[in-house]
């Protein structure tokens, strides 16, 4: 795996984790029920963004 590929996947994972981690503190105090949901779905978007960038594999020539 390239590094850049490395460095995205990272970014894709931490950015996912403290979405979702917003989002279940957002419902814990309370927040709007839309702002907890577009939290933790946002953050599962990027979670599966990182799993296509993980499985991608180039093909070889």
Do not use: Q
Request: charged share 15%.
């Amino acid at each position: 795996m390239t590094k850049t590929r490395k460095t995205l996947l990272i970014a894709f994972l931490l950015l996912s984790f403290i979405l979702v981690g917003v989002g279940s503190y957002a419902k814990a105090e309370h927040w709007n029920h839309t702002d907890c949901c577009s939290f933790v779905l946002a953050g599962l978007i990027f979670g599966i963004g990182a799993l296509v960038i993980a499985m991608w594999r180039p093909k070889l020539k």
